[in-house]
């Protein structure tokens, strides 16, 4: 008991002397844990007398405090080297220029279909998809187009090494297949519109061997050619944001549509360049009829009770004359440089009731 002093000056000396927060609670251990010099002396106070241990207790009392006191102090000292070492180690230079995210772009051609869908959607059309190797009998004969029928010799068309059933198989030539699949498994009224791949043996600046379609079909009891019209005008206007567009039906010929109509445009070549909407020009945009009564009894619909329209258009044709794209292949090129041109932020969709038209991603 006589060298107390002897004692507090050397534990604060490890105390001050613990280079971290592991040496100080070593030292802690040794001078206060269960069996630490202090404590040891603690116990020894029960064989003492009353006033010896009272002197005694108070002094290691006070040795025991001043002890918990310094070893807080150092703690405090410690934890903030600590702060200050990790504020050092993980220094932010928040005037660093950031680093460039690559953002991608959506395609012209999924922003097309996504416009022509929204579009539909509104009128109460829903999607419908199909097979892209389809069999021949669904892309030609089921459609009124027999095998010695010449509208074959216009499609050319791809044949796959492949049969089903005795069948031939081909790449789709265009999406009515993909009517036919569907009043063979859905009861009139029906109203879909199929966006899809096509295929034909073909390539140049406006053509290109796979390329993408949007089909519609209407079928119901009093369906007519005024719905049509009135259909298509609307789709016309609201795609290119022209509420005034003229839209033109031109009478045509489709084997599995009777009366047939082709649907154009006004639009003007002023100076080589190309403007929708102005002018006495006239583009075609789509095909389009009354389905011919024959496609309804090779589904199984009852031709007597049901009509119908379809409507068939190029993708690709409608994003070059919305967006001024003017050669067809670059769209299969796969440049990231021409994506990022033509390509767009988010899909962002018109709509029949006159919101505003997609932005561009890049000016
Ligand atoms: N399938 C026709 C084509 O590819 C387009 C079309 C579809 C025409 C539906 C009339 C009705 O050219």
């Avoid at 097979?131 to 021949?136: F, Y």
């Avoid at 067809?328 to 962002?348: E, I, V």
């Amino acid at each position: 008991m006589d060298n107390l002093d002897a004692l507090k000056s050397e534990i604060s000396d490890q105390v001050a002397a613990a280079a971290d927060l592991d040496a100080l609670e070593q030292a802690r251990i040794a001078a206060l844990g269960k069996k630490g010099r202090i404590t040891e002396m603690m116990k020894g106070l029960g064989q003492m007398s009353p006033d010896e241990r009272k002197t005694a207790g108070q002094a290691l009392n006070a040795l025991k405090s001043d002890i918990n006191a310094a070893i807080e102090a150092r703690k405090s000292e410690l934890e903030g080297a600590d702060i200050d070492a990790r504020l050092a180690a993980e220094r932010i230079d928040v005037t660093l220029p950031a680093r460039p995210e690559s953002t991608g772009a959506v395609h012209p051609i999924s922003q097309t279909v996504e416009e022509v869908i929204s579009i539909f959607g509104e009128m109460g059309f829903s999607v419908a998809e199909g097979p892209d190797m389809e069999e021949d009998w669904y892309n030609f004969t089921a459609l009124n187009i027999p095998p010695d029928h010449p509208a074959r010799q216009e499609h050319d068309t791809f044949y796959v090494n492949a049969e089903k059933d005795g069948q031939r198989m081909v790449l789709r030539t265009h999406t009515s297949p993909v009517q036919i699949r569907t009043m063979q498994v859905q009861k009139p009224p029906i109203r879909i519109i199929v966006p899809g791949r096509t295929y034909r043996c073909d390539h140049d600046a406006t053509h290109s061997p796979m390329f993408h379609q949007v089909e519609g079909l209407l079928i119901d009891e009093t369906t007519h050619m005024g719905h049509l019209k009135g259909c298509l005008n609307d789709f016309c206007r609201a795609f290119f944001g022209l509420g005034e567009l003229p839209v033109r039906f031109r009478p045509s010929y489709f084997p599995f549509t009777e009366p047939s109509a082709e649907v154009d445009i006004g639009c003007s070549f002023e100076g080589g360049t190309l403007k929708i909407g102005d002018g006495d020009d006239w583009l075609e945009i789509l095909g389009s009829g009354m389905v011919n009564p024959l496609v309804l009894e090779n589904c199984g619909i009852d031709s007597t009770k049901y009509q119908g329209f379809a409507f068939g258009m190029g993708i690709e044709r409608l994003a070059m004359l919305k967006y001024g794209i003017p050669d067809l292949r670059t769209f299969f090129d796969s440049d990231l440089r021409w994506l990022r041109h033509y390509g767009f932020a988010s899909l962002d969709v018109p709509s029949l009731v006159g919101r505003a038209s997609p932005t561009r991603n890049s000016p």
